[in-house]
């Protein structure tokens, strides 16, 4: 079955400790992408990557990193998480072809820092 | 920066009514996506609907575009109580050769009742 899963579901952590939510895909897709959701602001995107090893800052990347060795993974990394990335996360996976550029999302990661 | 936006934010209708949600942008675009998603979940594919056509059908979903203006709009014929959900369109705009992004709206909520 065609899917992209994250881990975990849910996170509760304190300010400041490191922390890493994953995202795979069994696709094949070039495309990742990170995207937070936020009551009012709608979807934004924090990180996206081509491909393996080419990844790109979104519309909110301040306070997250990203990687992307391999083409099937694509994890976000919070090095020092604060309050104001409590938020709903969500990883999306598509192909780069022009004339099929369906996004499949993962069922989010919900995210609380106190 | 928000390239799609939809109108209206909410939508209230009854069961068997049709409901019309529309969506602007800013930007050409290659192709125009609507997604679905249901309360706190992952958002899920609707249609495509490429920059080169006005309009297009999947069973009771009616989408079309009008480029000139820059606007899409989405109709959900006799709609039904399981069709409440938020509703998003995203713009894959090119530029630069193959950099893509998906860039998404901040979504109509819609509520059909029993």
């Known amino acids: 079955e065609a899917q992209v899963t994250q881990n975990p579901r849910y996170l509760i952590t304190v300010t400041g400790k490191k922390l890493t939510v994953t995202c795979s895909q069994n696709m094949n897709h070039e495309y990742m992408s990170w995207y937070r959701q936020d009551p009012g602001l709608g979807l934004r995107q924090i990180y996206y990557s081509m491909n393996v090893e080419v990844t790109d800052k979104g519309d909110v990347p301040e306070g997250y990193k990203v990687s992307r060795k391999e083409k099937r993974n694509f994890p976000l990394i919070l090095e020092s998480p604060s309050p104001n990335q409590t938020s709903l996360y969500f990883c999306?996976?598509?192909?780069?072809?022009?004339?099929?550029?369906?996004?499949?999302f993962g069922q989010g990661t919900r995210l609380t820092v106190v | 920066s928000q390239q799609g936006e939809e109108d209206p934010q909410a939508l209230s209708i009854q069961e068997g009514e049709n409901a019309t949600m529309n969506c602007s942008y800013k930007t050409s675009i290659n192709n125009l996506q609507w997604y679905r998603q249901n309360s706190g979940r992952g958002l899920v594919h609707l249609i495509l609907?490429?920059?080169?056509?006005r309009e297009k059908h999947s069973g009771r979903l009616r989408v079309t575009l009008d480029t000139s203006k820059k606007s899409s709009s989405l109709l959900i014929t006799a709609s039904r109580a399981a069709d409440t959900a938020s509703y998003f369109c995203?713009?894959?705009?090119?530029?630069?050769?193959?950099?893509?992004?998906?860039?998404f709206g901040k979504g109509t909520l819609l509520t059909v009742n029993p």
């Open positions: 609907i490429r920059s080169n056509e």
């Open positions: 999306a996976s598509s192909p780069l072809d022009p004339k099929r550029t369906e996004a499949f």
């Open positions: 995203a713009t894959d705009a090119r530029s630069g050769g193959s950099n893509y992004k998906l860039t």
